[in-house]
């Protein structure tokens, strides 16, 4: 499947929740992480994050779909990190 991760951390567990993130995810923008994942490594994301996180402070949103074929992206000004990969 792919998703888009978005998350709001506490200052003190920003960092841990972003190296979790690269694990799993291509970083896009601040805070947020789009990549193919599978159901088995994102219920592993999701286990781990939730050990990271304050649920009475934090939030991590994710936006899941069956293929990224069905998902169209526009970005408006400068792309970040460009995905593109050339071999």
Known sequence: MYI??????GEKRVVKMLKLMRKYLNWIQNSVFEGEISEVQLKKLILES???????HDSLILFKTK???????????????????FL
């Open 4 to 9: 888009i991760a978005v998350y709001d951390m």
């Open 67 to 85: 293929q990224e074929k069905w998902l169209e992206k526009q970005v408006i000004g400068k792309e970040l990190n460009n995905l593109d990969v």
């Open 50 to 56: 939730e050990k990271i996180m304050d649920k009475n």
